[in-house]
C-alpha cells in the first residue's frame, strides 16, 4: 500500500535553534516528493518539490534532501523563527497522473 | 495576484441540508482538486477535475458532487449533508497534474450538526 510517513508527529524548539523533520514512503513508481508548509487557519503552501534524480534542493532557510533507494526525505530548517511555527507536510507523487498522497504532518512549534 | 479563492470560509450546516462550496482560480490551471483535511489525517482527494467540463473520483468522493462549467471554476456540492462531513475543505489547482506543483486555497471549514 501506497505511503507517506512523517517524524516527529510534534516538535518544539527554541527560536534560532536548527530541527530536521523526516519523511519515509512506500510509493511505487515514484515521480517526485515535495514538502508543503501549512499555517494554522490556512492552506498548504509549496516549499520544495524533487524528482528522483534530486538529491537536495533549498528554499532560503529549508533545505530537503531525498534519498529515493532509502525512499527517506528529510526537511531541515536552519536558525529557526517564530514564523516557522506550523504543520510541515510530506507529499509523494507517483506515477504521471495517479493522485498525490499526503503524509499527517509533523507540527514544529519554534518558543522564544 | 488572487490565486485560489474558497468561499466561503465557514459554515454551519443542519444534517440533510444541502450546500455548495466555491473554488476560484485565475492562473488558467487545467487541474483542479477538492481535498478534505480531517484530526490526525492527511489530506484526502474527494473529486478532481482535469480540464473544463470534465469530472473524476478520488479517493473519498462518497456524498460530494462536483461541477467545472468553466476553467476557472470548480464547485463541490453536499446534497445531503451529514456529521461525517464535518472537516476543513481545501481547493487546489496545478497547471497539468501531479508532476506540477499545487496552488492550495485557504480552506472552508465546515461543521454539520
Known amino acids: 500500500k501506497n505511503q507517506v510517513e512523517q517524524s516527529p508527529q510534534s516538535l518544539i524548539i527554541l527560536e534560532g535553534k536548527n530541527c530536521t523533520l523526516q519523511c519515509n514512503y512506500t510509493v511505487s513508481p515514484f515521480s517526485n516528493l515535495r514538502w508543503y508548509k501549512q499555517d494554522t487557519g490556512r492552506g498548504p503552501v509549496s516549499l520544495t518539490i524533487?524528482?528522483?534524480?534530486?538529491n537536495t534542493k533549498s528554499n532560503g532557510r529549508y533545505t530537503a534532501t531525498l534519498d529515493a533507494d532509502t525512499k527517506q526525505s528529510s526537511l531541515h530548517i536552519t536558525a529557526s523563527q517564530l514564523s516557522d511555527s506550523a504543520s510541515y507536510i510530506c507529499?509523494?507523487?507517483?506515477?504521471?497522473?495517479?493522485?498525490?498522497?499526503f503524509g499527517k504532518g509533523t507540527t514544529l512549534s519554534v518558543s522564544s | 495576484n488572487a490565486g485560489v479563492t474558497q468561499t466561503p470560509k465557514f459554515r454551519v450546516l443542519k444534517t440533510g441540508q444541502s450546500m455548495t462550496l466555491l473554488c476560484a482560480q485565475d492562473m488558467n490551471h487545467e487541474y483542479m482538486y477538492w481535498y478534505r483535511q480531517d484530526p490526525g489525517m492527511g489530506l484526502r482527494l474527494i473529486h478532481y477535475s482535469v480540464g473544463e467540463g470534465t469530472t473524476a473520483k478520488g479517493e473519498v468522493p462518497d456524498g460530494y458532487n462536483v461541477s467545472r462549467l468553466k476553467k476557472q471554476n470548480f464547485l463541490l456540492g453536499l446534497e445531503s449533508a451529514a456529521p461525517s462531513q464535518t472537516s476543513v475543505y481545501f481547493c487546489a489547482s496545478s497547471p497539468w497534474g501531479t508532476d506540477y506543483g499545487y496552488t492550495f486555497g485557504s480552506g472552508t471549514r465546515l461543521t454539520v450538526v
Open positions: 507529499v509523494v507523487s507517483g506515477q504521471a497522473g495517479t493522485a498525490l498522497i
Open positions: 524533487m524528482t528522483f534524480s534530486e
